[in-house]
Structure formats: structure tokens, C-alpha cells
């Protein structure tokens, strides 16, 4: 049976800082190498290596990006090598740009479980720089105005926590973690509960402190959102003029509302609909549908 090792205080705390859970990370981690060995053992690695070669590794970036899940990386090989038997050095720090060439981290362990341990540790690197890379495109296509990328809860199961991490690596902020922390009254809602006005108090009467935002689809949709008492409102599939139009309603009604862009927003338009005085903008691309950055583990020498 593969025996799995239990993370260490270091790692632990330098995952708890950047707001991830330790142990919902092993229990994916295990998740992950376990579907790889299928029950059985890695065969070409048992076969071709030593038991007792040890190696040193890097991790480095094969394409220019910004690096996102390096702690993650050092939770992977130690739960799979054991803090004892692995060392790991980030050569670079979590939401750094990186060009094409450069080293991020550095690895000494046992070779066997190191190459284990490789796809789980590249899956995740790689996707999480893919987020973090993406998002800070967004962001430098906004720079300068008012408006920052936001994400959604377009996640993939089980990986939600670790790509909001990477947005925020790339430079982005994160809506709601989950159903509970925050409401965001939808047209769904609003039609079950019989209009804005009466979604907003039934809100309110459950959970009087979360922070409530609504969807709108009109400029009288907007108006009945504020004088509701919404603290945020998701203009949905508005032109560029009409979030001008609705910033000024917004700024005439002297109510400290946040208004979020969504609906059909893409990096080329990005700039144009942050000029427009808007707060947020909705991306679901940022981890719905990323392409991962390109990273990879080549060893560099037996010890």
C-alpha cells in the first residue's frame, strides 16, 4: 500500500496564510495519486529506479506567465515523499511573472516518489499559473481606471478554494466562496419571491449582516436594486453607454452601491468597460475555461 505522509507545520502554516485548508489539500492530494496508481505501484518508475536514488529537480516555467500554487507544489511532494526524505525551494514567490526558461522551485528527493508525485504537483502548478496568468492579463488591461476583475462561482468541484487563490495571485479579487457567505438575489429569484423589493427583505430577514447583491437587467431594475438597500448590483449584459448611465444613477441616488459588470465581457473590451466607472467585472473565464501555463519537472542531477 502507498504510504501517504501527513503535512508538516511549515507547510501547513504557509498554506493557512494564503487562505487554503491543509487538510482539504492532502485529502485531494491522496485523491489524485491514488487515481493515478490505481491500486497498484508507479511500474516504469519501480522498474527503471533505484529505491534508494535520490534526485534533484526543477520545476520551471516553458512559457512567460505568472506562477500561482508553489506551496501547493511543496504539500504534493511532501505528502507524497515525507517531509524528512524531501526538500523543497521556491526560487520564486507566488504571483511573480516568470519568462519562458526561468526556474521556479528546486526539489531533492527520492527519485521514485518524486516522478510519483510529478503529474499531481504539474496539474495542479500548471493550472492554478494558468488562473493567476489570465487574471493578471485582466488586471493590466484595467489598470488605471476604476474597476477591478472579479471571479464567479464557475469553479471546478473540489478545486474552488485553490482558484480563487490564483486569482488573487494574479492580481484579481473573489466574489463568494460558496451559497452562505454571501447572497446574490438573481432574476430567479426575484421572480419566485415576487420582485426585487420583496427578495431583498426575505434576504434580510434570514441573514441580517452578508453582504446582498442583485442582478439587473434594466436601468429601472437598477434604481429598485439601491432603493432596495443592495450593497452591490450586477448589471448584466449592459452596453458600455448604459453602465455610463448607470454609474450616473448610481452617483445621483449618492448611494454607495458597487456596481459589477457581466454578460459577454471580453480582454479586448475590458478597458473600455472599466472606463465606464463601473467597480467590479464578472469573469467566468478565469476559471471556468483557462488554458493552463506551461510548466515542467526535469531532473537535474542523482545524489
Not at 37 to 46: I, N, Y
Request: glycine residues 8%; hydrophobic residues 45%.
Amino acid at each position: 500500500m502507498f504510504v501517504f505522509h501527513p503535512l508538516s507545520t511549515p507547510t501547513r502554516d504557509q498554506l493557512i496564510a494564503r487562505g487554503l485548508d491543509p487538510d482539504a489539500l492532502a485529502a485531494l492530494i491522496r485523491l489524485a495519486v491514488q487515481e493515478d496508481l490505481m491500486g497498484g505501484v508507479d511500474v516504469t518508475s519501480t522498474a527503471t529506479i533505484p529505491a534508494d536514488q535520490r534526485s534533484i529537480a526543477t520545476f520551471g516555467a516553458r512559457e512567460d506567465g505568472v506562477v500561482a500554487g508553489l506551496p501547493v507544489v511543496a504539500a504534493v511532494i511532501e505528502t507524497v515523499c515525507g517531509a524528512q526524505a524531501s526538500e523543497l525551494e521556491y526560487l520564486v514567490a507566488d504571483a511573480s511573472r516568470v519568462a519562458a526558461g526561468v526556474d521556479v522551485a528546486k526539489v531533492t528527493a527520492p527519485t521514485r516518489l518524486l516522478l510519483t508525485a510529478e503529474r499531481t504537483a504539474l496539474n495542479l502548478l500548471c493550472h492554478l499559473s494558468g488562473i493567476a496568468s489570465l487574471t493578471r492579463r485582466w488586471a493590466d488591461a484595467l489598470d488605471g481606471t476604476s474597476a477591478t476583475v472579479r471571479d464567479t462561482r464557475k469553479t471546478m468541484p473540489g478545486l474552488r478554494a485553490l482558484q480563487k487563490y490564483a486569482v488573487r495571485c494574479g492580481g484579481g479579487a473573489n466574489h463568494r466562496m460558496g451559497l452562505s457567505d454571501m447572497a446574490l438575489v438573481k432574476d430567479n429569484h426575484v421572480a419566485a419571491a415576487g420582485g426585487v423589493a420583496e427578495a431583498y427583505a426575505r434576504v434580510r430577514e434570514l441573514e441580517a449582516s452578508i453582504p446582498v447583491e442583485i442582478e439587473v437587467d434594466t436601468l429601472d431594475g437598477l434604481r429598485e436594486a439601491i432603493t432596495a438597500g443592495a450593497d452591490e448590483v450586477l448589471i448584466d449584459n449592459f452596453t458600455p453607454d448604459l453602465m455610463r448611465e448607470a454609474v450616473a444613477i448610481r452617483d445621483e441616488m449618492n448611494s454607495s452601491v458597487r456596481l459589477e459588470a457581466s454578460g459577454g465581457l471580453t480582454l479586448e473590451t475590458a478597458r473600455s468597460v472599466g472606463e465606464t466607472g463601473v467597480d467590479l467585472i464578472a469573469v467566468g473565464e478565469l476559471t471556468h475555461s483557462v488554458r493552463v501555463l506551461d510548466l515542467g519537472l526535469d531532473l537535474q542531477e542523482i545524489v
